[in-house]
């Protein structure tokens, strides 16, 4: 192992206090293996009040002053502990105090600009007054995009962040964080730096724009979409500043949480089992579609679904498509939250095909570990997928993932062949090609059970441990603080 780092993982999302999506995942994950191989790795995040109903806090600084614009805002950091990795969290209720993480459940919230500006800021704080000189300070989206630029052009001269490097991950950069000038002063972005190749998006602030300038590296949640992000078609309009910074760009896998995502230790399934007993996977596919209200059918295909409704997970051809693959003999159970066009689309499938749809709107922790575990094969037909997790988790529970190739479903999943594949994918995203790959999954189940199996089995033997993803980010943190 390295020396031990300092790490700072300044992130929006932690799974056990907030969730909205995958950055949850990583945000409790990779500070816990990198924990384990001996670093100093501490979280930081928004105090939201989702967080303050659950958890028991300590307080770490009292009040903790933040300059903004011309202003100095008073915050205070609280402390708790995840598995021994110290949590922070910023409380400034003026900006957090919200059920919501990002938006009132239909619109943005019209000051996430200086929400997440002044989050960026208070870590830098809080950073001083824990008297915790980091040597990285990972960041992560959009909301810790500022950052970078706080570190180099505020407090360059600060001797306290002498040695701090800082690194930018990207885990969705279709979210960049653009916003209004008006926000600029609050910021304290000076004019020379409102050009379009440092914050300047078509006359707005761009904040993932800024992260590109000022990251001395930057990472992508898998090679694949690293390599995505440098193309036109994949790099959602940065794809020009970012090969500007080519050398600089990386790609790392995230890890599966197999302590979580397991189906021979997993509290949430109706009954346990494994890739050399699969007796319990046919009790959860059941139970499954006993609990949707469909027909208990054990021998026909279920496909499952577990997603945020949102137009990069492929529903603007997913759902015509549907509309077509239904007719088979199968059943498709969605759970699912997010754009009401996708709910109204999936409420018209359940009508259109009572005895084969089921599906909830909503998000249930305990019904999307049910639904890996229950059924035969798992729809992934994203546009565009910076990793994905659930394909991972349908794997381990020997669910065959239906996935697009792209992003880091490509790097996840290996197509069918007679000897080898863990899955099915297809490359266009076209109703038309999904359900080809679709036709060909049901084919095999049907008339090839004995290659299904040993699929199943190809599937669970695979693994995304956080130690392989943990030991490349070490590797990483050191590349970047050379620079
Ligand atoms: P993304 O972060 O783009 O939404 P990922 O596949 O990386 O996609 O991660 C999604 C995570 O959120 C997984 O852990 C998945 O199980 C969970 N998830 C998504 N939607 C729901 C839902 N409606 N209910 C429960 N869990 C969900
Ligand atoms: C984002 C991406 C998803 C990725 C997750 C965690 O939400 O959409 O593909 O798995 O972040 O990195």
């Not at 928004?46 to 805002?73: C, D, F």
């Not at 964080?177 to 440092?198: A, K």
């Not at 090609?433 to 199943?456: D, G, M, N, W």
Request: charged content about 25%; some cysteine.
């Amino acid at each position: 192992m390295a020396e031990p780092l300092k790490i700072m993982l300044a992130i929006s999302e932690v799974d056990g206090f907030v969730k909205t999506g995958g950055l949850a995942d990583i945000g409790r994950s990779l500070p816990l293996a990198l924990k384990k191989r001996g670093h100093d790795v501490r979280i930081i995040l928004p105090y939201y009040s989702k967080i303050i109903r659950q958890k028991t806090m300590i307080p770490a600084v009292e009040t903790l002053g933040v300059p903004m614009g011309n202003k100095e805002l008073w915050c205070a950091v609280k402390q708790c502990f995840e598995e021994k990795v110290p949590v922070y969290l910023v409380e400034y209720d003026l900006f957090f105090a919200r059920e919501r993480c990002y938006d009132d459940g239909t619109y943005p919230f019209v000051d996430n600009a200086e929400r997440f500006g002044f989050f960026s800021k208070a870590v830098l704080q809080a950073c001083q007054a824990l008297n915790f000189a980091p040597d990285i300070i990972h960041c992560n989206d959009w909301h810790t995009a500022l950052l970078p630029f706080y570190l180099k052009e505020h407090e360059k001269d600060n001797p306290f962040f002498k040695k701090t490097a800082t690194l930018l991950t990207f885990h969705n950069a279709s979210f960049q964080g653009h916003f209004p000038l008006t926000s600029r002063e609050f910021l304290g972005i000076g004019w020379e730096h409102f050009s379009s190749d440092r914050f300047e998006d078509f006359g707005q602030l761009n904040f993932l724009k800024g992260g590109i300038a000022w990251a001395d590296k930057i990472n992508a949640v898998s090679p694949g979409y690293a390599e995505e992000l440098l193309t036109p078609l994949g790099g959602h309009g940065l794809h020009e500043m970012l090969q500007r910074r080519q050398n600089d760009v990386h790609g790392i896998l995230n890890g599966c949480d197999y302590q979580t995502w397991n189906p021979e230790i997993d509290p949430y399934i109706p009954v346990t089992y494994s890739a050399l007993d699969l007796n319990g996977k046919r009790t959860c596919k059941e139970e499954l579609q006993k609990a949707f209200q469909l027909p208990r059918r054990p021998d026909i295909p279920v496909i499952g679904m577990v997603t945020r409704l949102s137009a990069q997970k492929g529903f603007e051809f997913a759902i015509p498509a549907l509309m077509e693959i239904l007719n088979w003999e199968l059943q498709l159970i969605v759970l699912g939250a997010g754009e009401h066009w996708i709910e109204g689309a999936l409420d018209v499938l359940e009508q259109q095909f009572p005895e084969k749809v089921g599906w909830k709107n909503g998000y249930d922790w305990g019904l999307a570990h049910w639904i890996e575990a229950g059924s035969d094969m798992f729809l992934m037909p994203s546009l565009f997928e910076p990793c994905g997790l659930n394909q991972m988790y349908s794997l381990k529970y020997g669910t065959l993932p239906i996935v697009r190739s792209v992003g880091g479903l490509r790097d996840t999943v290996t197509h069918f062949t007679e000897a080898d594949g863990t899955g099915f994918v297809f490359e266009e995203p076209s109703p038309e090609a999904l359900i080809h790959c679709v036709r060909q999954s049901v084919e095999t189940y049907y008339e090839q059970p004995a290659a299904f199996q040993k699929l199943i089995q190809n599937a669970m033997a695979k693994q995304f441990d956080w130690e392989n993803s943990a030991d490349q980010y070490e590797d990483l943190y050191l590349e970047t603080m050379k620079k």
